[in-house]
């Protein structure tokens, strides 16, 4: 299968799409910073580096999937809310746009992945207008909402639109279940004019991991002072659905690490090249510096 990455950043879907045998064929993001992680991971020539307006749909080779995390800024429950009349989340209507001008070679499947408060933004208004776009393309959607603690120890509960072109599958309005919470359940229940259908999925899988399973150790050498400065050692590993990675770190009292972790992934990156700063993780996956002072000293640094 060939894939089409709209909103494509450094390619963190991409992983994902080749861990699962697709190959991504055309991406497209706006940001420098993210192309240049993107380019240091994978090959980039396919690359559009452009604002999303200005793609047309003979831009796009022919694909099986193009899959669009559009910006969640308008949509989270800590940005505005200002749904989709919003300018950034907005932007989804330029991704159906582009699938419009793609007739007759529009992808049979679409993959749209946001925040799971789009379910709620105006009162689910705005996930409605969204599905309404894609059936008005021909596209059948399901609705799922997925945690990524089911894979990592880390609650990140997801949105996934699947839109096919055709009916695959019944919508037999069943009732809340794990892909299908009671958010979306509901929805679906609400909205029974729409063309929606619930594909056979599997439940997640309940690993029942914590932070224990990557932190494996966190001790200072030579107690808690020395001299002017202290060091410290860090080392970390995780092993799970093929995560592997360690590291560690040395630094001085007050001053951040000197080396960044090296941690291997799934599709063989390394992290110091994904994330371009070194810090914390839970601050590394937004790809710039702390944005408070009490952030800042998690790092080593204040000031």
């Known amino acids: 299968m060939r894939a ?41 020539s396919h690359y559009r580096l452009d604002d999303v307006r200005n793609v047309v749909g003979g831009d796009i080779p022919s ?44 992808p049979p499947v679409v993959l749209v992945e946001n925040v799971a408060s789009f379910v709620s933004s105006h009162r689910g208004e705005d996930l409605r207008a969204a599905v309404s776009d ?5 596209y059948v959607c399901d609705l799922l909402i997925l945690d990524a603690r089911s894979f990592t120890p880390q609650s990140r509960p997801r949105l996934f639109m699947i839109g096919t072109l055709g009916r695959v599958a019944p919508n037999s309005h069943r009732a809340a279940e794990p892909c299908r919470p009671a958010p979306i359940a509901a929805f679906m229940q609400a909205n029974r004019d729409l063309r929606l259908q619930q594909l056979p999925l599997p439940a997640p899988p309940q690993t029942g991991h914590g932070l224990d399973s990557i932190v494996e150790r966190l001790h200072r050498r030579g107690g808690t002072t020395n001299g002017a400065a202290a060091s410290f050692s860090r080392s970390r590993r995780c092993r799970h659905n093929g995560w592997t990675g360690s590291a560690a770190v040395r630094g001085s009292h007050g001053a951040p690490p000197t080396a960044a972790p090296a941690w291997g992934g799934p599709c063989g990156r390394s992290a110091t090249t994904i994330l371009p700063d070194v810090c914390a993780p839970h601050e590394a996956a937004h790809h710039g510096r702390p944005s408070s002072k009490r952030a800042a000293a998690r790092r080593g640094s204040v000031g």
Do not use: H
């Not at 907005?90 to 007739?103: N, Q």
């Not at 894609?134 to 021909?138: M, Q």
């Open 134 to 138: 894609l059936n008005s393309l021909g």
């Open 63 to 106: 694909v099986d999937l193009a899959a669009a995390s559009f910006p969640c800024v308008d949509l989270s429950l800590a940005g505005n809310r200002r749904g989709l009349s919003g300018e950034q989340s907005g932007l989804f209507y330029e991704f159906t746009r582009v699938l419009g001008e793609m007739r007759p070679w529009m």
């Open 4 to 44: 089409a990455e709209f909103f494509a950043g450094v390619g963190l879907v991409r992983c994902g799409l080749e861990q699962a045998g697709i190959e991504v064929v055309w991406a497209n993001d706006i940001e420098p910073t993210k192309l240049a992680v993107y380019a240091a991971n994978f090959d980039a």
